[in-house]
């Protein structure tokens, strides 16, 4: 755990990890420009989030100054020690918890978080607008997150149950309902078809946001990792969540 001394201190990066992590971003940016063309969308359509999940915090400060002041983090632990460690970055970064969130770390996570990617259900929803409101904090932005799988050990709400996690989260005064996220099937599995599952998130929204009083509140789509933010791009994604592909060359 870092301590309060070490958050006072600014967090210093070797140069040669900077340069290394700016030719990367712009090569991610590169190829979400590239997909984006291919598929008649403006490159500013999407946003790039930066998975830190395995990279320290000078690490993680070189991603702030190539320009992702999106970042994202599997463990809210992580979110606690990273926001500490990069205070004095201006901008700070805006942090999207991306992994699960347990009920019994929602009032730490709550007012550092951005945006809760990871919503599964009527449970973790009420922790937040509960927290939320007796902090009186801003409401939280959140994605609902769908298994996209038959594998009941991956996280993510089944899609039966989306609908009314939906509905539950548009009438919320303490969060802001943003959209949905999703990962692919595991690459290695015999039927993996990344455009296939990303197809299913997309017609999802599709299916759900007529029902809503205010359909925009499903605009985001997260979805689409290093491996296959391309083929994320290539049917409606809005949110890329990169980490391996930024940190290449880095050892």
């Known amino acids: 755990m870092i301590g309060s ?6 967090v210093t990066t070797d140069p040669r990890v900077c340069e290394t992590v700016l030719e990367n971003v712009a090569a991610v940016r590169d190829r979400m420009a590239a997909a984006c063309l291919k598929a008649g969308r403006r490159a500013t359509e999407v946003t790039l989030v930066a998975v830190t999940k395995y990279v320290d915090a000078s690490t993680t400060a070189a991603v702030l100054a190539a320009g992702c002041h999106e970042l994202a ?3 809210p632990q992580a979110i606690w020690e990273k926001s500490a460690a990069l205070a004095a970055c201006d ?3 805006r942090w999207h918890l991306i992994g699960h969130l347990q009920r019994n770390k ?3 996570t709550l007012p ?3 945006m809760i990617e990871t919503v599964d259900s009527l449970r973790l929803l009420e922790a937040i607008e509960i927290e939320g409101g007796r902090q009186e904090l801003s409401p939280c932005d959140l994605l609902i997150e769908v298994n996209l799988t038959s594998d009941p050990s991956r996280s993510g709400a089944a899609e039966a149950d989306v609908a009314a996690l939906v509905a539950a989260a548009a009438r919320s005064p303490q969060v802001r309902l943003r959209g949905l996220m999703g990962m692919a099937g595991h690459p290695d599995t015999a039927d993996s078809d990344p455009r296939r599952d990303f197809a299913r998130l997309r017609e999802l929204r599709d299916r759900l ?3 809503l009083s205010e359909p925009s509140r499903l605009a985001e789509l997260s979805m689409g990792m290093s491996g296959d933010f391309e083929a994320a791009i290539l049917e409606g994604a809005t949110i890329v969540r990169i980490g391996s592909a930024l940190f290449e060359g880095l050892g």
């Open 91 to 93: 901008p700070p970064p």
């Open 112 to 114: 550092l978080t951005a």
């Open 5 to 10: 001394d070490d958050a006072s201190r600014p």
């Open 73 to 75: 983090e599997s463990r």
């Open 209 to 211: 946001a007529p029902n």
């Open 106 to 108: 929602v009032r730490r």
